[in-house]
């Protein structure tokens, strides 16, 4: 093993047969480890580099933490991996509305051997990373052995598992659902909702999703866990699903003829509802107990995520409905036009809005908070803390503001309205908020698939962590079960008038 710390530093171990450690930290440089058999790592810390681990057989790993690398994992045979962790992520700490939608899957087929196959799994890069950490840190060589032959037995049961499908089960399977079904599984049984495992497709739709922009109808879909029903949870304006009569509420039954089934996930259906643009969609709901038959032509869809309005007294109100890669322009033109007519008061309303990308609600932040002052700050579970600053780039400084939430209001809502608190910039009117104060990062796959993971906690200007807690009004009013009145509403245009 060497530790080095040059500018430009390769370091190799290559065997025959054995355990092979390559480890290098390096402003530039690789950590290889080869073998024609056996357990086999390539650890690499470096500002620019790769790790790798390459064997004729065994359990491999690759692994590499860098500003820009890559780690890889080869071999002929056996459990392999290659893993990289580097600037060049997506970070992301929250959810759009229909990413909220987006938990464990499950397919007909694989799904519990694939769970039971991804927590397997798990124990492998469990092992194998206490291993590779013990033997750099202590070179302490019978928990090495030790480990080795955990790492052996567990794969050897992934290996009786898969016979034993292949060779009892009583129907014809995917070999990729089966696989797809294993890394669900290596996520699922964390039980983090919000650390998922996604295809190449879902991640394909996720991204369009908090873009903001997709060819579909323009609905947002939820799926009751109780009745195994998807329902329309939101319809927007001047889209296909508007102008054909979609309406909230309503119960997807079919796409293009094929029944919606109890264990049909969101990206599912969404998968089947979104194509090309200019082609044809037959959708069957049912409402008040009635089929309802719609047809409609998919277009580019630019999701409007701000609606706004002026409010009596010139009293501003502005709509949020989740914090995509377009709200901070369509917040800054509603802004600019109120602002023109003459503001008296600002109201921001956050309720229902499930979350967001860090990056959009930093800058929506920065258009009501004067100076770059700290937003939020994250901290991993090693202690690393990372700070975020609003720009600076204010647009209203000292209008009067409210900010309305309720307990649908989720984590980028909740860094917005408890930095707005912190500072005493908004009064908070509604119901305590939902209560996530953790961040996701998004890593992408070399096969276009990617993992979302949860890397730390975030914490409001005053320290404060709002995580299975919620963030308390300064005025705790309860909404109206009269769809005609808004008390909410009332009660900040009160304070503003």
Do not use: W
């Amino acid at each position: 093993m060497n530790n080095s710390n040059n500018n430009n530093n390769n370091n190799n171990n290559n065997k025959e047969y054995g355990e092979h450690y390559s480890y290098n930290t390096s402003s530039n440089g690789t950590g290889n480890a080869n073998s024609g058999y056996g357990g086999n790592y390539g650890y690499n810390t470096s500002g620019n580099g790769t790790g790798n681990a390459n064997s004729g057989y065994g359990g491999n790993y690759g692994y590499n933490t860098s500003s820009n690398g890559t780690g890889n994992a080869n071999s002929g045979y056996g459990v392999n991996y290659g893993y990289n962790t580097s600037s060049s992520y997506s970070r992301n700490n929250g959810d759009s509305a229909k990413d909220m939608q987006i938990r464990k899957k499950a397919y007909k087929n694989g799904l519990i051997t694939g769970t039971l196959m991804g927590v397997a799994v798990i124990l492998i890069l469990m092992f194998g990373s206490n291993f590779l950490l013990n033997k750099l840190s202590n070179n302490k060589s019978a928990d090495s052995a030790s480990t080795i032959s955990n790492m052996n037995a567990v794969e050897d049961k992934i290996k009786t598992i898969e016979k034993y499908l292949n060779q009892f089960y009583y129907e014809d399977f995917d070999e990729e659902t089966l696989a797809n079904g294993l890394y669900y599984g290596m996520t699922a049984s964390l039980g983090d909702p919000y650390t998922n495992y996604y295809t190449p497709e879902d991640y394909e739709e996720l991204q369009k999703s908090t873009s903001g922009e997709y060819c579909g109808i323009g609905v947002v879909v939820r799926k009751d866990d109780n009745t195994g029903e998807i329902i329309v949870y939101r319809v927007y304006s001047n889209t296909p699903a508007s102008e054909a009569g979609i309406k909230k509420n309503d119960i997807v039954y079919s796409v293009d003829g094929q029944v919606i089934e109890d264990d049909m996930t969101t990206d599912e259906l969404a998968r089947l509802v979104v194509g090309e643009k200019n082609t044809k969609v037959d959708i069957q709901v049912i409402r008040d107990g009635e089929t309802l038959d719609f047809t409609m032509t998919r277009k580019q869809i630019q999701i409007d995520t701000v609606s706004y309005e002026m409010k009596e007294g010139n009293i501003g109100y502005i709509q949020i409905e989740e914090f995509d890669t377009v709200t901070p322009e369509q917040v800054k033109k509603a802004i600019e036009e109120l602002d023109s007519q003459g503001l008296n008061g600002i109201i921001i309303d956050l309720r229902d809005n499930p979350g967001g990308g860090l990056g959009a609600v930093k800058d929506i932040a920065s258009m009501f908070i004067a100076d770059k002052k700290l937003f939020l700050y994250s901290e991993t579970k090693q202690g690393e803390r990372t700070d975020y600053f609003t720009t600076g780039d204010v647009l209203l400084e000292d209008t009067p503001m409210v900010v309305l939430i309720n307990e649908n209001s989720a984590s980028a809502s909740e860094a917005f309205s408890g930095a707005m608190k912190c500072y005493k910039r908004a009064t908070l009117v509604g119901t305590t908020s939902f209560g996530k104060g953790i961040m996701q990062s998004i890593y992408p796959l070399s096969d276009g698939s990617a993992l979302k993971i949860t890397i730390g906690k975030y914490y409001l200007p005053d320290g404060s962590n709002i995580h299975k807690i919620g963030i308390t009004p300064d005025y705790e009013v309860e909404a109206s079960e009269d769809e005609q009145t808004d008390p909410q509403l009332d009660k900040a245009l009160e304070i503003l008038r």
